[in-house]
């Protein structure tokens, strides 16, 4: 049945949801650390537990990815975000340096407002809810309305195994009737906290717009460089194995490979070899049509979708069991596809004169689009890299490992999160992995070590002294003076 005013039962929902939201963030602010931990690990058990349920909901209802992907990302979200964090504290004394005399406390921040993206649906629910309830606060998730169902069902599941655990009812809480006016409401709504906004560019612009404080991600377009030292058959795999992983979808992914003219040969055959499919130029011409819309975003329809389901899309021939589409490119901008991000099996393959025209292509490539976000080289020689990652804009630079994997903190040692801040360049307001460190606000008690006459120093007095004397140096003229003047007229 269609609802009428979908809108306005929307914005009245997200109210109720609001409002049941800050009543139960106020007995969940009064949870011992203990506490809090044991929810955590709660929906991070049931995530794990319905990790393969909720990957294939999740790939039936966008038609996105795939399944078994998903299960990986989903248990990543429950299990390795749960492992990074288990022993972090979040609330209460969080440290009390004596020495300094300065105790610093863990605050939550109130209500989160959660934004889930259709790509990475149910594992992104799981991850936010976790970083939420572990810092003390609730969360209500605006879902994208094309992976409603799999969000809600997601809710359900951890919000159930979460109250089981001893969590207030409500601490957890999701949009039923997701609309641009719900989402709106949510991220202005006086008693949000703060918005976690993981999404398209204008969903996260809008976050910022908000009025609200914001965490949010801009687009990845993270050039892959496979340097002339490097060992290029495992580079390539990695790339890969990196580019088909859940077809493409996590935004950290690679978009475009760079090599020097001296590596072309090489790096193009392993890329055969390994299933690569490098397009003629009448196919690049052709698929390109259908990469990006004539709004300049990205077409939904290759989305998340096989070699197969796209070659048939733009009407082109491919080998079977081709497992990414190549194409020679050789501009960056707005109007050039092939430059952009593409959460699909698709690359783009640039070739420059040397090392410095490569490293210069990557920072364009960024600059034009995916600043901020993430970057790959592949190489053992660690001038280059070091040289590299201090001149590409982004906040990670990944070594010798897939982008999809190596961002998150997968296959690296950084915080494990499935929100990439961009920092500034990126228009973010954080560079970080998001985490649960960036959920709280941190209150510090600290005691007077100096008065007001430590602070004043020597410096004062110094001033002062001379400005005594100088005082006295001229009196001492002045005399001196009044003393010849009246000698004169005694004379």
Known sequence: MELLDKDLVSIQEVRNLIARAKKAQKELAKMSQE???????????????????????????????????????????????????????????????????????????????????????????????????????????????????????????????????????????CITVPTMQATDVLMKHNDVSVILATGGSAMVKAAYSSGTPAIGVGPGNGPAFIEKSANVSLAVKRILDSKTFDNGTICASEQSI????????????????????????????????????????????????????????????????????????????????????????????????NLENAIERCVEVLNNEGAGHTCGIHSENQEVIREFGLRVPVSRVLVNTPGTLGGIGASTNIVPALTLGCGAVGGSSTSDNIGPLNLINIKRITYGVREIEDLRGDKVEEVKTSETLGNVSQNEELINLLVKKILAELK
Not at 54 to 63: I, P, Q, S, W, Y
Not at 157 to 170: M, T
Not at 287 to 297: D, E, P, Q, V
């Open 35 to 173: 506490q809090l931990d044991k929810i955590t690990k709660a929906i991070s058990d049931a995530g794990y537990e319905n990790a393969v349920k909720l990957a294939k909901m999740a790939n039936e209802e966008t038609g996105f990815g795939k399944w078994e992907d998903k299960v990986i990302k989903n248990t990543f979200a429950s299990k390795s975000v749960y492992e990074s964090m288990k022993d972090l504290k979040t609330v209460g004394i969080l440290s009390d340096d004596k020495e300094k005399k300065v105790m610093e406390v863990g605050v939550p921040m109130g209500v989160v407002a959660g934004l889930i993206p259709s790509t990475n649906p149910t594992s992104t629910a799981i991850y936010k809810a976790m970083i939420s309830i572990k810092t003390g606060n609730t969360i209500v998730f605006s879902p994208h309305p094309g992976a409603k169902n799999c969000i809600l069902e997601t809710v359900k599941v951890i919000s159930e195994a979460a109250e089981k655990a001893g969590c207030p009812k409500d601490a957890i809480l």
């Open 258 to 353: 760079i090599v020097e003219e001296c590596m072309e040969e090489t790096v193009v055959n392993e890329l055969k070899k390994q299933g690569a499919y490098f397009l003629t130029k009448e196919q690049s011409v052709q698929l390109s049509k259908y990469i990006m819309r004539a709004n300049g975003t990205m077409n939904p329809q290759i989305v998340g979708k096989s070699v197969e389901t796209i070659a048939k899309l733009a009407n082109i021939d491919v080998p079977k069991g081709a497992r990414v589409l190549i194409a020679y490119e050789t501009e960056v901008g707005p109007k050039a596809p092939y430059s952009r991000e593409k959460l699909a099996p698709i690359l783009a393959f640039y070739v420059e004169k």
